[in-house]
């Protein structure tokens, strides 16, 4: 489910960066986000959960996640224009490092030296890959700058958005959470219609409906891989989207990945990879001093 999920995201991408030289990125985000709608809701007749799945505690909290997220989401596909997808790819991997920072600034979790350290390892990796972007050593203009830009403000609002949804799901259901999400990146979208949507070809417009369907069918894939097995053991297959977006990038695309992109994505890899075998030790420690401080019988 995990792997099947990063493909279909990979795929959403990809389309996405097929139109973004003539579509906004607010309108793709509007797409994106309405067309996943209809999946999702399907999905929760199937499990019996619309529209009882739906019904929240915290419309806030709600509404402040689908703020992160969409403008996230549309930095993300404003970054595709500028940039090669194993680029984008590799400088969104910050995202998940530093929610681990986050986490310990705004919701107090503890951070231990392994964690730190990991950590900082990534960002190494992010900023070897940022460095020739934004120095003009790499592609060597300004629209790759203004790409590397959007990315990296995308994945601190990503990670925000995960902090968020860390304490929406204390009290709110995973199935409204998704929901919500998508239906307030379809209404959040519209507010770059002054900004110069544009009627798209019917071949822009089959991609753009298809990136909704294939983010929705992701958004579930994902969010049942987690159901059905530990994150530690699901969380590493998302370094699998950059062996797609290499090869997605090179025959789709002709894009050629550089030596710069390639050793930061494998230092954020690595670092990524360190933080989750940590974090399954400890979950198993955990689990043992909970055994063994249960009464027997």
């Known amino acids: 489910m995990k792997l099947t ?33 209809p999946v999702i809701v399907v999905w929760l007749l199937s499990r019996g959960e619309f529209p009882a799945g739906l019904r929240i505690k915290s419309p806030f909290g709600h509404l402040l996640r ?4 969409t403008s996230n989401m549309g930095l993300s596909f404003a970054a595709l224009a500028f940039l090669p997808l194993p680029e984008v790819t590799a400088i969104g991997y910050a995202a998940p490092l530093l929610t681990v920072v986050f986490a310990a600034l705004l919701l107090g979790e503890q951070v231990r030296r392994f ?6 390892l990534g960002l190494v990796g992010v900023t070897i890959v940022l460095a020739p972007n934004l120095t003009g ?17 995308g994945a601190v609002l990503s990670a925000l958005a995960q902090v968020w ?20 990146g379809s209404l959040l979208a519209l507010v770059t219609l002054p900004w110069g949507w544009v009627v ?28 059905e097995a530990d994150a530690s053991l699901i969380a590493p297959f998302e370094y699998s989207s950059m062996i797609l977006s290499l090869g997605i990038g090179y ?3 002709a894009e050629v990945p550089t ?11 690595a670092a990524g990879l360190l933080i989750i075998w940590r974090e399954s030790r400890l979950g198993l420690e955990r689990a043992r001093q909970r055994r063994a401080m249960t009464p027997l019988g």
């Open 5 to 37: 999920s990063v493909t279909f995201f990979m795929v959403m991408s990809s389309l996405i960066k097929a139109v973004s030289d003539h579509i906004p990125a607010g309108e793709s985000v509007f797409f994106r986000s309405a067309f996943a709608m």
């Open 66 to 69: 689908g703020l992160l997220g």
């Open 115 to 120: 964690r730190i350290s990991a950590v900082g």
């Open 137 to 153: 050593l790499g592609h060597g203009d300004r629209d790759t700058a203004i790409g590397a830009t959007f990315v990296l403000c």
């Open 165 to 184: 949804v860390r304490r929406l799901v204390t009290t709110e259901r995973v199935t409204a959470i998704v929901f919500y999400f998508s239906l307030s």
């Open 200 to 227: 798209p070809t019917p071949a822009e417009a089959a991609m753009l409906v298809g990136c909704g369907l294939f983010g929705g069918i992701g958004q579930i894939l994902l969010t049942s891989s987690y159901r």
């Open 251 to 253: 025959f789709i695309f």
């Open 259 to 269: 030596w710069a992109t390639l050793g930061g994505a494998a230092i954020i890899v």
